[in-house]
């Protein structure tokens, strides 16, 4: 059974920084992709960053400059860095992963961004 379990998130005014991170239960190897969704009520769900297994890196048109996802291999974490947060980041951050058979979700993540 593969858990993802992200940390990380809070409350940041305007213009600052977090950094999440995504723990997996496994080889973060196993996965073709790795990356970040996030989700605000009333919408769908939006891909933020991802990263391949031979990694390659695509983000979301709205967070490019500003974002950057990483992965620890020693760890089997990957983690997003986002700077100069804007309140419209605001929304639960999920975790996803995919192998050849399925995609698999952490419980996600509040990021709250005040302006």
């Known amino acids: 059974q593969v858990q993802l379990v992200e940390s990380g998130g809070g409350l940041v005014q305007a213009g600052g920084s977090l950094r999440l991170s995504c723990a997996a239960s496994?080889?973060?190897?196993?996965?073709?992709?790795m990356g970040w969704y996030r989700q605000t009520p009333g919408k769908e769900r939006e891909l933020v960053a991802g990263?391949?297994?031979?990694?390659?890196?695509n983000y979301g048109d709205s967070v490019k400059g500003r974002f950057t996802i990483s992965r620890d291999s020693a760890k089997n974490t990957v983690n997003l860095q986002m700077n100069s947060l804007k309140p419209e980041d605001t929304a639960v951050y999920y975790c996803?992963?995919?192998?050849?058979?399925?995609?698999?979700w952490g419980q996600g993540t509040q990021v709250t961004v005040s302006s």
């Open positions: 996803n992963s995919q192998d050849l058979l399925r995609a698999y």
């Open positions: 990263i391949t297994s031979g990694g390659r890196i």
């Open positions: 496994t080889n973060i190897f196993r996965f073709n992709t």
